[in-house]
T-cell receptor, first 112, second 116 residues
Framework: DAKTTQPPSMDCAEGRAANLPCNHS???????VYWYRQIHSQGPQYIIHGLKNNETNEMASLIITEDRKSSTLILPHATLRDTAVYYC?????????????FGGGTRVLVKP | EAQVTQNPRYLITVTGKKLTVTCSQN?????MSWYRQDPGLGLRQIYY???????DKGDVPEGYKVSRKEKRNFPLILESPSPNQTSLYFC???????????????FGDGTRLSIL
């Protein structure tokens, strides 16, 4: 699976949009981009995933660049409950065991 | 509510005393998996199961056993726990019987094990 690079931490103001970048310059054509978050040692929570096109659901939007070398997770209106570690994961759909490989993630702190 | 349920949530026990961590999902998912999370090492897959009676080793299976007799349950068994198995454990599931899938996995809330 391709390696991802995320900033280790970022702050966001409550009510504002939070834009979380992820670099995956070695991504291959069959690798999906997944975003999960983990709130203080709770189970990782699935947010969104995509292959090529931008995706949106009730939690967030995922913007993938045309060359697929990077992506951005957008939380449209951050709340204090969005404080968490956010993980960008690139996984080939043929990955052995269907396992997810979590890197260091971005620690997001939403401030009042 | 769709969920993955793990029990117990916390356990402190001693070396060598067999224990079982249960995992149950109510989403009729075929695929289930166990991970452990340790500081600086991220989540590592222990075992996974593509369907009932089908299990396979992940990256760190030593010292663990699993079984999949029913679709909804996937217990993790530590026959003779040791201190290096002290960790935070997560169970996950996803739909589909295909060996390869892009469907996201959904995780339980975790079980924190301390082996003294």
């Amino acid at each position: 699976d391709a390696k991802t690079t995320q900033p280790p931490s970022m702050d966001c103001a409550e009510g504002r949009a939070a834009n979380l970048p992820c670099n995956h310059s070695t991504i291959s054509g069959n690798e999906y981009v997944y975003w999960y978050r983990q709130i203080h040692s709770q189970g990782p929570q699935y947010i969104i995933h995509g292959l090529k096109n931008n995706e949106t659901n009730e939690m967030a939007s995922l913007i993938i660049t045309e060359d697929r070398k990077s992506s951005t997770l957008i939380l449209p209106h951050a709340t204090l409950r969005d404080t968490a570690v956010y993980y960008c994961i690139v996984r080939h759909f043929l990955a052995a065991g269907n396992k997810l490989t979590f890197g260091g993630g971005t620690r997001v702190l939403v401030k009042p | 509510e769709a969920q993955v349920t793990q029990n117990p949530r916390y356990l402190i026990t001693v070396t060598g005393k067999k224990l079982t961590v249960t995992c149950s999902q109510n989403m009729n998912h075929e695929y289930m998996s166990w991970y452990r999370q340790d500081p600086g090492l991220g989540l590592r897959q222990i075992y996974y199961s593509m369907n009932v009676e089908v299990t396979d080793k992940g990256d760190v299976p030593e010292g663990y056993k699993v079984s999949r007799k029913e679709k909804r349950n996937f217990p993790l068994i530590l026959e003779s726990p040791s201190p290096n198995q002290t960790s935070l454990y997560f169970c996950a599931s996803r739909p589909g019987t295909a060996a390869y899938s892009n469907q996201p996995q959904h995780f339980g809330d975790g079980t924190r094990l301390s082996i003294l």
